[in-house]
């Protein structure tokens, strides 16, 4: 049986946009080798070469919409198409979403598919994540390692 799958998404050098490779970082100290934990960019065709050999993934970026700044967006991928629009959904919107939705439609998307999202403040080049953001990025590491290890 293969690991469970967490993927970072995001941009370190642009603020807000690295929160998905925070969470991951969390994480690796959190789970160590229980679970199969990358990051990425963003890429569509990186994201699906990684899903598509998953039976659980989490796959974790920042997001744009009316939210205020730290909220974080659960969303079950696996049990239909994504309720946000694409923008709304990732600041990789195009890749997150076409990777999930290509996996779908090739069969290959994991059982367990669970993306979460958390709006973003800020997108400045050099800017650490903000307070908000980054308060949200533990919330999320927590959340994932409470439902990998089944007490969550």
Not at 80 to 91: I, R, V
Request: some cysteine.
């Amino acid at each position: 049986m293969s690991r469970p799958l967490v993927i970072g998404i995001g941009n370190i050098e642009r603020g807000d946009d690295g929160v998905g490779r925070q969470v991951a970082r969390l994480l690796k100290h959190m789970l160590g080798e229980k679970a199969e934990i990358l990051e990425q960019d963003g890429e569509a065709g990186a994201i699906l070469a990684h899903i598509e050999k998953a039976q659980t993934a989490y796959l974790v970026d920042a997001c744009m919409s009316s939210a205020p700044p730290g909220t974080v967006h659960r969303i079950d991928a696996a049990e239909g198409e994504l309720p946000l629009s694409s923008s709304d959904l990732s600041t990789h919107g195009f890749g997150l979403a076409s990777a999930i939705e290509l996996a779908r439609s090739l069969g290959q998307l994991p059982a367990k598919t669970i993306v979460f999202a958390i709006e973003a403040d800020s997108f400045e080049p050099g800017a650490p994540l903000s307070k908000d953001v980054s308060d949200a990025a533990v919330i999320v590491a927590d959340r994932i390692r409470s439902e990998l290890e089944g007490t969550g």
